[in-house]
């Protein structure tokens, strides 16, 4: 163990963050006022062993705090283990010049504060623990459950306010961001998107996952920061029909532990959890299904399709298809014709590259397929860029998405065998040799 400190030994805690400073202070509890007996003879009462408790003397969101969320503090400073021994000379590596997170405790029959510093360098779980008292020049490797008790979430310490709503009233949730801008609305138990209105068909499981977490949405912790020294880059709005909530989102705290929040018109900035950020503030392209095209493969009358300059059609009759590739009748092609029809319905792009904009491009690959019913649907891509993705354009959604070279290369090999093979020159006959 790094420290050996009996719990009930310490008297102060002042713990300081990149985000917030906290001080506890340990009192004794007046001993009640016993009336003297009058009875001759009795023997005086002992006094009561003294009791002590905890007070919040500096910082936080309340007078009341939770006595456990403390302990964990206190019960650590007997048993902190290291995993490692690391070199001395990294400091600055390590967040320790100067430490981002302070704990000093003052502890009976000590002249002197126990300081411990701590750093967490950024995208570590890891921590690192020195103490700049101590005879020896030591750094330790801790784990993040360790520093987690040492620096336990405001969540830990105090009640902090949330959101509580039954999932299934939610009606409607509104996402604004840099990436895109979302808009879902429930109807008879059934999610649409209708921003972006691409005519896609919702991604019920994102969604779904989305609605729990921002039902019962609670901040893990809070920081010593003025709701007005920052400015919302998101917001997210969850409305029932009864009810509003609106969730500000700002900048990434300096400690690397969340992102500054602000609930309503709540005055205490909160922490949103990277976790809850990743399942709340999801990109347009994780609300829709990806895969374009749904429509009925058996209703397709006519597909054509233009390769750089290569021309393929493949029409349906009355006993099969009617291929034609650059103007040439090809037989025998209709199990490649359904293929083809196929591989355009499981066609699936990779992103919304942008949202009210058209293809600028010169066409790749370009697809029309007819219906029966007189609609049409149109794949356009664009050649290759770096790392092989194609801009895309499908029918005459104002969007443009991306698709990998994969995805494209799969509709190119599926027209591309509507030609015909080439036949094999027959084997000349063998000389005869009297």
């Given at each position: 163990s790094i420290l050996d400190i009996e719990a009930d030994t310490i008297t102060k805690v002042d713990l300081k963050t990149p985000d917030k400073a906290l001080t506890f202070e340990?009192?004794?509890i007046p001993a009640p006022t016993v009336e003297p007996t009058a009875e001759e003879g009795a023997e005086a009462q002992p006094a009561p062993a003294p009791t002590y408790?905890?007070?919040?003397?500096?910082g936080g969101i309340s007078p009341a705090f939770k006595q456990a969320g403390l302990d964990k503090i206190l019960n650590r400073m007997k048993s902190m283990a290291a995993s490692n021994i690391v070199d001395p000379s990294k400091k600055a590596e390590y967040g320790l010049e100067p430490p981002a997170f302070t704990l000093t405790l003052a502890v009976e029959g000590d002249e002197k504060p126990l300081r411990i510093h701590v750093g967490r360098p950024a995208g570590s779980d890891d921590a690192?623990?020195?103490l700049p008292d101590a005879e020896e020049d030591v750094v330790y490797n801790v784990v993040k459950y360790n520093f987690e008790q040492l620096f336990p979430k405001g969540s830990d310490l105090f009640d902090l306010a949330g959101i509580t709503l039954d999932k299934e009233a939610i009606t409607e949730v509104l996402i604004t961001q840099p990436e895109g801008n979302i808009v879902l609305s429930k109807s008879d138990d059934s999610w649409t998107v209708t921003e972006p209105d691409l005519g896609l068909e919702a991604q019920?499981?994102?969604i779904t996952s989305l609605v729990n977490t921002i039902s019962?949405?609670?901040?893990?912790?809070?920081?010593?920061?003025?709701?007005?020294?920052?400015e919302a880059v998101r917001m997210l709005t969850v409305k029932t029909v009864d009810a509003?909530?609106?969730l500000h989102?700002?900048?990434?705290?300096?400690?690397?532990?969340?992102t500054y929040a602000r609930l309503d018109d709540g005055q205490q900035t909160l922490l949103l959890s990277d976790t809850d950020?990743?399942?709340?503030?999801?990109?347009?392209?994780?609300?829709?299904?990806?895969?374009?095209?749904?429509?009925d493969e058996t209703l397709v009358n006519e597909v054509n399709a233009t390769i750089e300059g290569a021309t393929y059609k493949a029409a349906r009759t009355t006993d099969g298809w009617a291929v034609n590739v650059n103007g040439e009748a090809v037989a025998d092609k209709d199990d490649a014709a359904l293929d083809l029809v196929s591989t355009l319905v499981e066609f699936q792009v990779a992103d919304i590259a942008s949202i009210g904009t058209t293809n600028e491009w010169p066409a790749y690959l370009d697809v029309q397929v007819l219906m029966s019913d007189g609609t049409q649907h149109r794949l356009n891509a664009g050649a290759a860029a770096t790392g092989g993705i194609h801009s895309v354009a499908i029918d005459d959604k104002a969007a443009v998405f991306t698709a990998n070279s994969v995805s494209v290369g799969t509709v190119v090999a599926a027209i591309q065998a509507l030609v015909p093979v080439a036949e094999e020159a027959p084997e000349a006959p063998a000389e005869a040799h009297e």
């Open positions: 340990k009192h004794e408790e905890w007070k919040l003397a500096a690192y623990l020195h019920n499981p994102t019962a949405w609670k901040p893990g912790d809070y920081v010593d920061v003025a709701v007005d020294s920052w509003i909530h609106v989102i700002g900048p990434e705290s300096p400690s690397g532990l969340g950020r990743s399942k709340l503030f999801i990109a347009p392209r994780d609300v829709v299904q990806l895969s374009v095209f749904n429509f």
